[in-house]
């Protein structure tokens, strides 16, 4: 357990579109913003990690049709978030150069909730990860396989919990820094950039 609880946290630490997301609504809505937006990654998790733990996923990964469909619907939600994020900042960008960091203006809960949840959430590759990672840290001699699956599923979420929590910290401590109009601008390009490239690989990953 031990083993996998170092091995999940240096898979959650590795820069990747989560981070991204997370600065990003750090930044335009404070602490708020991106606690809610980790919130909503670790359900999106949640949902992949129990799927995995029962045996849902496996059978998602086996049906062309299904893997398909959620595939593309993931991947035009991440190219509509990477849109919005772009278009952010070009905003930003416009900004006199002398100005004053921008104050965090917060967005209704439930939009950073929602983009954190449905990034993890409509992502195949999501589940793809569970189905691979999780069986390599069962116990062969395990009396209920699937209760240790979903203990492992909850570790994971609690590390992950643990790790942007204090991320989002970090975020906050710098922000005066971070929310500078150039800095912010290239922020949210960097994110709209990243979250397009993951909704271009979702096209083109096969389930194999």
């Known amino acids: 357990m031990l083993t996998f609880a170092i091995a999940a946290l240096v898979l959650i ?10 600065t990003r609504n750090a930044l335009v809505g404070g602490r708020r913003g991106g606690l809610l937006t980790m919130v ?3 359900l999106g998790l949640t949902i992949h990690a129990s799927a995995a733990a029962l045996g849902l996923s496996a059978l998602l990964l086996t049906s062309a049709t299904a893997f398909a469909v959620l595939k593309i619907v993931g991947a035009v939600y991440l190219l509509w978030l990477a849109a919005q994020m772009l278009w952010s900042a070009r905003r930003s960008r416009q900004a ?13 809960r439930w939009t950073y909730l929602r983009q954190g949840f449905l990034s993890n959430a409509l992502n195949p590759k999501v589940a793809l990860f569970f189905v691979t990672f999780l069986p390599q840290f069962l116990s062969a001699d395990s009396g209920s396989p699937r209760a240790e699956a979903l203990l492992l599923s909850a570790i994971f979420g609690l590390l992950y919990l643990a790790w942007f929590g204090l991320y989002v ?16 601008a290239r922020i949210e390009q960097v ?14 990953t096969t389930n194999h």
Do not use: K, N, S, Y
């Open 13 to 22: 630490m590795m820069p990747g579109p989560d981070q991204a997301l997370l």
């Open 40 to 42: 909503g990654g670790v």
């Open 96 to 108: 006199p150069a002398h100005a004053e960091a921008a104050v965090p203006v917060p967005e209704r």
């Open 169 to 184: 910290a970090a975020v906050e401590r710098l922000g005066r820094w971070l929310r500078r109009p150039r800095v912010q």
């Open 191 to 204: 994110t709209g950039l990243i979250l397009a490239t993951v909704a271009v690989r979702l096209v083109v």
